[in-house]
């Protein structure tokens, strides 16, 4: 079973408004940690947001906050005030367990284009 | 600047040889290192699990054989690609955990092509 969904292959925004990201995941460890990253088309993978599993409220980094409902097990990225440089591949990721291990599981992505 | 570097970026070699790349960690100290894989307009799917002085820890599906991870500093982990052929032909990105802070850092990638 897939441990981290993302359903939308590709999403278009307009600039200056707010696009979401969709994640799922399923996991039946409590403690896990769910992570956002960004990767452009040079490949580096950027980080974004982390939300824990214990965490009582949602992460927020800047423009982009991360929408965390935990008994539907899903970990939406919202992108504030999108900007022509936020045009990249977008990846969901999970880790289970504590930090013994930063194993992470990827989702299989999400392509954002911003127009101008 | 980057905190974890990988090395080459980019490479080209003959099917049938063997390719190193090399993850090191510049401001920190990696007891654990993390190699992946991604296909071109795929997810990153995780190889290994590179421990400094053991053994690495290989994903359910992937050839120790062939993908040699060696550890054998705390800044250094190196991937040896051997015998590579055409369907080797892949981004390999590797991550690191700063043991200080707990936060991870991801190499810039190395694209291997084999012809």
């Known amino acids: 079973a897939q441990k981290i969904t993302q359903t939308q292959p590709g999403m278009f925004v307009q600039e200056k408004e707010a696009v979401t990201l969709d994640c799922t995941y399923d996991?039946?460890?409590?403690?896990?940690?769910l992570f956002w990253y960004k990767q452009p088309s040079s490949g580096e993978m950027i980080f974004l947001i982390y939300?824990?599993?214990?965490?009582?409220q949602n992460a927020t980094e800047g423009r982009y906050s991360l929408n965390f409902q935990k008994a539907r097990k899903s970990a939406n990225l919202v992108i504030s005030a999108s900007q022509l440089g936020d045009s990249a591949m977008y990846f969901c990721?999970?880790?289970?367990?504590?930090?013994?291990?930063?194993?992470?599981?990827f989702g299989s992505g999400t392509r954002l284009l911003v127009r101008p | 600047g980057a905190v974890v570097s990988q090395h080459p970026s980019r490479v080209i070699c003959k099917s049938g040889t063997s390719v190193k790349i090399e993850c090191r960690s510049l401001?920190?100290?990696?007891?654990?290192m993390f190699w992946y894989r991604q296909f071109p307009k795929q997810s990153l799917m995780l190889m290994a699990t590179s421990n400094e002085g053991s053994k690495a820890t290989y994903e359910q599906g992937v050839e120790k054989d062939k993908f040699l991870i060696n550890h054998a500093s705390l800044t250094l982990s190196t991937l040896t690609v051997t015998s590579a052929h055409p369907e080797d032909s892949s981004f390999y990105i590797c991550?690191?955990?700063?043991?200080?802070?707990?936060?991870?850092?991801f190499g810039e990638g190395s694209r291997l092509t084999v012809l």
């Open positions: 991550s690191a955990k700063d043991p200080r802070t707990g936060e991870l850092f």
């Open positions: 939300q824990g599993s214990y965490d009582q």
């Open positions: 996991t039946s460890d409590p403690s896990y940690g």
């Open positions: 990721a999970m880790r289970e367990g504590r930090d013994s291990s930063y194993k992470l599981i």
């Open positions: 401001d920190f100290q990696a007891t654990t």
